[in-house]
């Protein structure tokens, strides 16, 4: 293919060949026929499209967000082609690369491996791939090239932020509802002390009490108190109106990462966790714990994304039935566009379930995206408060979440 | 232990005053390019002047003819504008011009404003005497224990018009011929400013002003002494012409060819750059691979470029002499086509390259149509 620059040239030969004759200008004449040889000349440089194999090592295949990936980009040539090669590896538009190029130009020899390196940092959760790579060969004096998308493709995760909890919040705030392996308040199994009993055949003899037995004058066996670890339903709402807002301030995104840090507390200290994500229908990774479960998880939140308007009620009335009895629920959404939150809370509640709503203001980026009038706004804010107070009433527990703000101030509202 | 308060020293850094990184590069061998294609420039100027004598330009007629009709005739008295001092000075004053332009901040506008007060004092201090007042203004004047204030205005006196005329006629004069020098200046300030817009600006410029010469034109417009000539037998023979017009060419093609590839190089390596900050934050051995690469990518280059220029000057003779050869010949080619003149080299010149064009049909690569 003709580049700008062939183009620009050959006119301006053209030109000052048919300007010499004009004006019986030799110097003219000589000049632009010397500048059309050339031109006819380099596109016998045209080089052949060398035949290439690409492969790409990166640190991981997987990265939070904001977290850095060095990929390795090697192209070796396989055969005798040979010339000028421009390579450009196509990244995901919101891809930020902090190191280095994901471009290249080099000059191609039979059988060389070249290889370059950059580093990439991507802010936003999903599934990305880089690639595929464009390359173009041209002539050395980017009159002529040729193109070619090689189809070299690497898949890779970026999976929410994951905050660390503060110990403090957790155990002041919600101490049993999120501190995983919890005391059931029964005898059992356990660590805590709940009283002392008589031994009885059977018991093993190193629960007995020796300070007893020596105080007593008979065999004494400590009880303590049954541990158990929880099963604990994440709920998040990726409704078509959690994507208010833009790029990370949006509900949807910061219900992401606080479901992501929970779902990662809560695995740590052994529990049970199952995802449930509704938007136009219904997602659900069931319990199951330890990391390869959080990397499920993980993924499942990656792949959320804003569609339909399924109500909270329907929702609720579809899984109550296979979520464990008693087991808290923590809801993931702004309460937006959503008329029947307060049935939905009620149904659940008077089953037994505990919810606890961590609630992203979604009003906050509309006042930052400056979309909402004032007086609008403070209605919607007034509304906001009122469904809010409303949840509390129930004596269920909702973190009002403001934009910015880390998982853990959300926690701090209880 | 007291720790020791490191004064800073009031005077400016040089790299605050002047970015004198872009005038050496990153990397030696743009450089060095930088060089070579400003070498270039002044050799296909040069020739390109020889060729067309600013004399003989209809610019010259304009403006000589406009000064001497004007009021401000004596200013443009001695227009005469000459390739030997323009194209040198222009070339100076694209270089100067580049590296005012790496000033900083505020001392890009201190410069500025002295360079206008030099040269307006240049101009005017011949002329110009201040004569002061007995009293500085304003002063009290009369008998002793007078209560009278009054202005004593400082006196202009003009001492010698003449000298200033002759400073404004030299000024304006070299300033005219700016017309000419205007082709080598953005060129200069292209190559070195890596500003596509400049190079491509000096080759229109060169077109142009090409196109408004004609041949011994200066003498039917003012006399033999101020053209510098008195017959019309200068004029060079077609194949000289040709011929000349051949190296002035292929100097035009290296001085395009090595600004682009100054420009193309430079771009190349800044994307190595960490966004927003200079070389230093590369590692050396970074920065060695990034030398590396530019080395092997400009060798190749050169190497291509020295071939290109060989085979096209090869080429261009073999048209001209293969065009001698058939306008000379007697036969039934030059019975039945006038060759022997500028339609016949052109026509002559196609027909090459139409051959070649038949050529390159069937040899060299295809375009491919689809992805891989």
Known sequence: MWSKKAAAVTGGALFLALA????????????????????????????????????????????????????????????????????????????????????TLLYMRPWQEVSFEYSLKLPLRGHYHLGPVKMRVKDAFDLFYNERIEESVHSFSVFPEIEILEEQVITSRAPKLLSGAMPLNVIGTGTEFYSLREFV???????????????????????????????????????????????????????????????????????????????????????????????????????????????????????????????????????????TISEAFTNTISRGYTITT???????????????????????????DNMISEIRSFGMQV???????????????? | MEEKEVKESRLPQIKDIINYNDFFGE????????????????FVITEFYN????????????????????????????????????????????????????????????????TIIFVGQYISDPALDWKLGEHIIPSKVGDEGAEKWTWKPIKILYEDKKESVERINEFTTRAATLIFGLIPFLGIYGIWKRKAWAVIGSIALAVIIGWTCNPNYCLENFDADYCGYDSKSKESTWDETLAGGIFVGLGFIIYIELSYAAIKYENYAEQFKPAGMDNSLLTDAQKKGVSKTLRTLFVSYLVNLGVMLFLTFTMAEIVINVNDYLSTTEGIIQDSVELQGPYGIVFTSLIFLMLLGFVRMFVGADYETEES
């Open chain 1, 358 to 384: 961590i609630s992203p203001s979604s009003l906050d980026f509309e006042e930052k995206m400056k979309r909402i009038p004032a007086q609008p706004l403070l209605i919607a804010r007034i509304e906001r």
């Open chain 1, 201 to 339: 055949p059977g018991d093993s003899l190193r629960s007995v009490n020796w300070k007893a037995l020596a105080k007593k004058g008979k065999m004494m066996v400590n009880e303590t108190v049954r541990e158990d670890v929880m099963d604990v339903i994440l709920l998040l709402d990726a409704r078509e109106v959690s994507a208010v807002g833009g790029g990370k301030d949006t509900p949807l995104e910061m219900s992401c990462r606080a479901a992501a840090t929970y779902a990662k507390q809560l695995l740590d200290e052994r529990n049970n966790v199952a995802l449930m994500i509704y938007g136009e229908s219904v997602e659900k990774i069931d319990l199951d714990r330890g990391e390869h479960h959080l990397f499920k998880i993980l993924t499942a939140l990656s792949s959320a994304i804003p569609k339909g308007n399924l109500k909270l009620e329907i929702v609720m009335k579809d899984m109550l039935p296979y979520i464990p009895s008693g087991s808290p629920i923590i809801l993931f959404s702004s309460l937006d566009d959503d008329h």
């Open chain 2, 51 to 114: 060729y067309h004598n600013p004399l003989d330009s209809l610019f010259t007629k304009y403006v000589k003819q406009l000064s001497d009709s004007s009021a401000g005739s004596e200013y443009f008295s001695s227009f005469k504008p000459d390739p030997n001092i323009f194209v040198l000075w222009s070339v100076v004053a694209g270089f100067i011009f580049y590296l005012f332009t790496l000033l900083k901040g505020k001392y890009k506008f201190f410069v500025l404003l002295l």
């Open chain 1, 20 to 103: 010499g004759l004009i004006r019986l200008n030799y110097l003219f004449i000589s000049a632009g026929l010397v500048m059309l040889i050339f031109v006819v000349l380099a596109s016998f440089l045209d080089v052949w499209m060398p035949n290439v194999k690409i492969r790409r090592e990166t640190t991981s295949d997987n990265i939070f967000e904001n977290g850095d990936m060095s990929v390795k980009f090697i192209v070796k040539n396989k055969g005798l082609g040979i010339g000028f090669v421009e390579i450009y590896d196509q990244l995901p538009p919101q891809a930020r690369i902090t190191k280095g190029s994901n471009y």
């Open chain 2, 27 to 42: 990397y030696p061998l743009i450089f060095a390019i930088k060089i070579i294609s400003s070498l270039s420039l002044i």
């Open chain 1, 399 to 414: 973190g009002d979440w403001k934009s910015g703000e880390a998982v853990n101030t959300a926690l701090q509202g209880f």
